[in-house]
């Protein structure tokens, strides 16, 4: 038992839970309570999908060479974290507006992607089989965790300050990347 694999495969599963909030959910909250129509965030997402082609390889290089994946991986857990909470404050209807605060989401969601693939494949050799499927299921099993826990956010605070829970649950994530130990 390996008390990295088990942080790391929590990180990634913090990571899908994520992703599948706000794939589920976002797209609802922007058309019917922002009032956005589907052609504006189409627009949106397209913009707030950019970091994963922008930051992604020079981050893996990064952490390969000055700072770590440790590091790397807590501040993206933070901006993810801050930036998330801010959707629930954010109430106007300007396209660039949200395109940025999604933007910023999706910037820290990189750092962490990139980070817990980095971190995963430089700990896991070749003969872990059952670590590399545990680490690959993660994803299913956030996409069935999220809408039981959303489902409670929604009953409990509503659907704008929902995503304040999200935020609070990304920043969890801080206990497991603050206790990895450096891969250098």
């Given at each position: ?25 976002m ?19 397209t ?55 999604l ?46 826990i ?35």
């Open positions: 038992y390996n008390k990295d694999f088990y942080r790391i495969s929590l990180s990634n599963i913090l990571l899908n839970f994520f992703y599948a909030w706000m794939t589920i959910y797209p609802i909250y922007l058309h019917q309570y922002i009032g956005f129509n589907w052609e504006e965030i189409g627009i949106i997402f913009i707030m999908l950019l970091p994963f082609v922008i930051f992604e390889i020079p981050l893996g290089n990064i952490a390969d060479k000055k700072l770590g994946e440790k590091e790397i991986l807590s501040i993206g857990f933070i901006i993810t974290a801050i930036s998330t909470i801010i959707i629930s404050f954010v109430t106007i209807k300007n396209l660039w507006l949200w395109a940025l605060v933007f910023i989401t999706r910037m820290g969601a990189a750092m962490i992607e990139v980070m817990n693939e980095t971190y995963f494949f430089k700990k896991v050799d070749g003969k872990s089989s059952s670590e590399l499927s545990f680490f690959r299921i993660t994803r299913p099993l956030a996409y069935i965790i999220t809408p039981l959303a489902g409670l956010a929604f009953y409990f605070v509503g659907y704008k300050y929902s995503f304040i829970v999200l935020g609070v649950i990304v920043f969890y994530g801080l206990r497991y990347s603050l206790t990895l130990k450096d891969t250098k």
